[in-house]
């Protein structure tokens, strides 16, 4: 019965192809990577702000990380919107429009006075970032 758990594949075994016998080092790179955190005790890796904004407002991770991914909600969409906008206003206008109101917003997090609040302010940044990226493309191709 241990031979049946000791046999070795054999090499026409999909497991040992030659593309994944190549991607073997990186697999166990990145679970070395993904395994220090706990091996050293530290935190997830949630960003620097996080344990200030979980004690001060009290709250948990998911909500840590729905603040942490608030910006790219609305930022993903708006890129579509914002690229045929800046085809249609300019780069120049476009740029200052994004930056402006992603410092608003970004600024004004800062006097959030909770969670649901600062949710808000962090998606509507997301809008502005959303203007700045086509824009700035376009600006260096000109």
Same mark, same amino acid.
């Given at each position: 019965m241990s031979e049946q758990y000791h046999r070795k594949r054999p090499s026409s075994s /999909?497991? =040992?192809r030659p593309r994944t016998a190549a991607a073997l080092p990186l697999r166990r790179a990145r679970r070395r990577v993904e395994r220090l955190p706990r091996r050293l005790h530290l935190p997830p890796l949630r960003? /620097? %702000?996080? /344990? =200030? %904004?979980?004690q001060a407002f009290d709250l948990s991770n998911a909500q840590i990380?729905? %603040?942490t991914s608030a910006t790219a909600v609305t930022y993903a969409p708006t890129l579509i919107l914002a690229g045929w906008l800046v085809d249609r206003i300019g780069v120049r206008r476009a740029l200052v429009i994004g930056s402006l109101v992603t410092v608003v917003f970004v600024g004004a997090v800062a006097l959030a006075p909770s969670c649901?609040?600062?949710l808000l302010l962090l998606g509507l940044s997301g809008l502005g970032c959303g203007f700045i990226y086509p824009s700035a493309v376009k600006a260096v191709m000109l």
């Open positions: /999909p497991r =040992f960003g /620097p %702000l996080a /344990p =200030f %904004l979980k990380g729905g %603040l649901g609040v600062m």
